[in-house]
Structure formats: C-alpha cells, structure tokens
C-alpha cells in the first residue's frame, strides 16, 4: 500500500516542515491562509470533493457550494452570483476578461487602450497599441485617455485600479465617465487592491484575487449583466461559459472564507496599513539618496515601493531577509530577471536598489506592528550595508 | 546649449558590460570634483541603465541626452549645480 503524500515523515513521499523562527513577511503577493479559511478549505475536503458539474448528490452538493463560494463575491461586488467566475488566478481572470470584451467587440475593432504603468500581461494584450504615458507619480493623464477612447477601433479598455508596485490610484470615476462616453467598455484590474481598498464601482468588468485577503490564490472575474461578453473558442462550458473547467471548490470556498472574514475589519485594516506603510515612507525618506515613489496620500494603504541609489535590490532584500523581515523588490539586479520593472520605468523612477513592501492582513501576519517597526529600525543599516558590499558607501 | 568651457574634452566613461547598478556607480564617482557644466559621455548596455542614469541626473539636478549606438546607449551628461543633498 502507498503512503499518503503529507503526513508522519516515516512514510511521506514528500516532508513538510514549517519554518518556525520568528519572521515578519511584508510581502501579501502570496501567503499563508487565513486561519478561517483554512478551517473552511479543510471541511470542503469532505464536503466539496466532488465535480459540481455531476448530476449525483455528492456533485450536486459541490454545485451549491461554489455557487454559496461565487455569491459571496457578488454580493460586495454589487452583482449577482451568476455575473462572479472564479478563476485559478488572477491573471487568468484578467486573460479571460480582455478575451470575452475584445470578442464582442470584434466587429468595432480590436484596439486595447491601457496605460504604460498596467500589469505585463495586460502590455502585451495591447500590443502593438502602445500604453498611454503615466506621470511622475504613475497616474493616467484623464484628458488623454478621454482622447484616446474616442479614436477609432477601440475595443476596450483595461486600467488597474491602482498600482500593484507603487500603490498609486487612478481616477477610476473620470475614466468610467470617458469610457461611458465613447461607448467602450472599461475592465477595472483590481488586482493589487480588492479587499484591502474601497471596492470600485466605476467598472463594466472587474478582475481581483483572493490571495490579499488570506484565500488561497485564486482570481474573481464579475461582468455587468448590460456589458455584452463572450469568451471565444469551443468547450468553455463553466463559470458562466468563461472557463474550460470549474475551479476545485474546496479552493473556492477557502477563498469565500476570507472575503468573508476579511469584510468586517476592512475599513479599519486600511487605516491601519495606510499608517504603517507612512512610517515606513518616513523612513526611507530619511535615509541619504533613498528616493520614495508612488503618490503619498491618493493610494492603496498597503502598498509601499522605494529606490536606494548605489545599491542592488537583491542584495537589499537577501539582507532584510538575513533580519527576518521579506520584502519584494521590482529592480532587475538579479540573476532571474532580465529587464527591470516597466512601472518604474515609466514613471521615470531608479529601477536599481527596489523595494517593496505589500503589507499582509494582521489576521494573516501576527505581530505586524513589530514588523514594521523591525523594518523602520533597520532600513538605514540595510541599506548602508549593501552600498559597503558594493563599495559605494563613499558616493 | 551647455555652458561647457570651448576646447574641454568630455569624460568619457564605457559601463558596457556592467549590470545596474554599477554604471551609475560608475557615473557618480567620474562626476565627483568635476564643476558644473563638465560633460560625461557614457556608454551602457544594461537595459536598466537606460532608465536609472536618467532618474539619478534628475535626482542630482544633472541635464542627459540618450542616443542609440549599436547594441548600447550613449548618455551625455551635463553636471547642474551641485544640490544640497
């Protein structure tokens, strides 16, 4: 007989040990469950095994239980359950969201309007229409966008509510206007914010993750009932005729979960973020050639990027991982990236020496405060150090 | 266009083959006791340089032209007024 996968390490295949030393991840791209939603996934072990697409009880059950999963969702989305697909990811439910807008379009054109500081994946959509510029601070000139909707063979128009990297917010309201104006519709890319931010409501399509909130990382797809959509090619037979196959609805009700955990606190949890990401700008602003980008005030609360002159971002962030604190950074100083973040880029920002910080749910990240406070602490070693590694510390 | 001395030879300074972020390592150390108005001609072919030797003139005060050689970037650089930082 075969051993389970996880369990006692005398008969795993595969061991499965937690890192138990104390560590601050000030890093939410990714991370571990909230502690309801894990309690939840592991119930719909035995709940929600089954294909929801089967006609018996167990898949008729499942069924249920996505559809509870989806109306979640709608229900702070302001939509129906019927207009929310899950998707295995975020990215995947912003592919399908572009494809089910440019296919009903098909016929007025195929042109993607988006901005220079937008997600790659949604760049390369666009290609090889070239993004509108962005400022300074990475907002979207509304003028020009609104110029820009009433050119011919515009399709759509994918915007990010706000800057996943920088933390910058667009003037979604004025942008819905244009588009409305130009009868374009507009796709809201709300990955880097839902849950953690004010819920948009200027969008005809919305795209967000769960992974923010403490879910397991799965992608929200919600349409307007008015907006047409259809996702082309043969064999889309789920999630409302936009997907292949149903997402797995243990997964999928995880991530309900932590919507739902998440919403009570939400407003709170932003006020308390946004104070620490400042501290946190304080800092790095204080620190000699530190240079702190993204809009100070009009931003997500979570979000905060800076720039040290003279030093490598991979080597700022293996130190800070070295104190027990990770963060992310968008410079291209490594080994696995070979060009350096298109936001910063755009915004005429350093691409050397970044980091970023994408400040996790306290639900999810015991002990944020001290984190923060540990990261604050040290930042000026931190970065002083790598310059010493580099020898620049004289410049 | 610049108020560079006649007859001074710009500094010249090949950062091709360097990753970011040693030319402008690089760039700030050959600019340091130059007076204002000096001009550096940098070449570079890091990708990230094409971005990060114009976002440290503009954090320095330093003017910069970019033009495509081949298979790298040529960077004139014309030191501003020292600023207070």
Not at chain 1, 11 to 21: D, K, M, R, W
Not at chain 1, 28 to 41: I, S, V
Not at chain 1, 124 to 138: G, I, K, S, T
Not at chain 2, 13 to 32: F, K, M, N, T
Request: include cysteine; charge should be negative; aromatic fraction near 4%.
């Amino acid at each position: 007989m075969v051993g389970p996968l996880v369990c006692s390490p005398s008969t795993t295949v595969i061991t499965v040990s937690a890192n138990a030393s104390a560590r601050f991840r000030l890093d939410a791209a990714q991370g571990p469950l909230h502690p309801a939603a894990k309690a939840t996934l592991l119930a719909a072990l035995d709940a929600g095994w089954a294909d929801p697409a089967r006609l018996y009880s167990e898949g008729r059950r499942a069924g249920q239980l996505l559809q509870t999963a989806r109306a979640v969702f709608a229900e702070d989305l302001g939509v129906s359950a019927e207009s929310v697909s899950l998707h295995p990811s975020p990215a995947d439910a912003l592919a399908v969201g572009i494809a089910g807008l440019r296919h009903a379009r098909r016929r007025v054109g195929t042109r993607l309007l988006t901005s220079a500081a937008d997600q790659a994946l949604t760049l390369a959509a666009a290609d090889p229409e070239a993004p509108l510029p962005v400022d300074r601070a990475a907002k979207l000139d509304v003028e020009r966008f609104s110029a820009a909707t009433g050119q011919p063979g515009v399709a759509l128009a994918v915007i990010a509510a706000s800057n996943g990297e920088v933390g910058t917010r667009q003037p979604l309201d004025e942008l819905h206007r244009a588009c409305r104006e130009a009868g374009v519709p507009l796709l809201v890319d709300a990955t880097a914010g839902l849950g953690r931010d004010a819920t948009p409501a200027s969008w005809d399509v919305l795209v967000g993750g769960t992974a923010l909130v403490g879910g397991p990382p799965l992608g929200v797809l919600a349409v307007r009932p008015t907006v047409r959509f259809a996702v082309p090619g043969p064999g889309r037979e789920a999630e409302a005729r936009r997907t292949f196959t149903p997402p797995w609805v243990p997964l999928a009700l995880a991530a309900a979960e932590a919507w739902r955990q998440s919403r009570p606190s939400a407003e709170s949890d932003g006020e308390a973020a946004f104070r620490l990401v400042e501290q946190i700008r304080l800092a790095a602003a204080a620190v000699p050639d530190v240079e702190v980008v993204g809009d100070p005030v009009d931003r997500l609360p979570h979000v905060v990027t800076f720039s040290a002159l003279y030093a490598d971002g991979e080597a700022l962030v293996r130190a800070f991982d070295r104190r027990g604190i990770a963060v992310a950074s968008g410079s291209a100083c490594t080994s696995s990236t070979l060009e350096p973040s298109h936001v910063l880029a755009a915004m005429g920002a350093l691409t050397h020496g970044n980091v970023r910080v994408v400040l996790p749910l306290p639900a999810v990240q015991p002990d944020l405060d001290t984190g923060v406070a540990s990261m604050v602490a040290t930042l000026g070693e931190v970065v002083a150090e790598v310059r010493a590694e580099l020898g620049s510390s004289d410049l | 266009m610049s108020d560079l001395p006649a007859g001074a030879e710009p500094v010249e300074l090949d950062a091709r083959g360097l990753l970011c972020p040693q030319p402008v390592i690089r760039l700030a150390r050959a600019s340091r006791g130059l007076p204002p108005g000096s001009v550096l001609q940098v070449l570079a072919d890091d990708p990230a340089a094409r971005y990060d030797i114009p976002a440290w003139c503009r954090l320095k005060g330093h003017s910069v032209e970019l033009t495509e050689g081949i298979g790298h970037a040529v960077f004139r650089v014309v030191l501003g007024q020292p600023n207070s930082s």
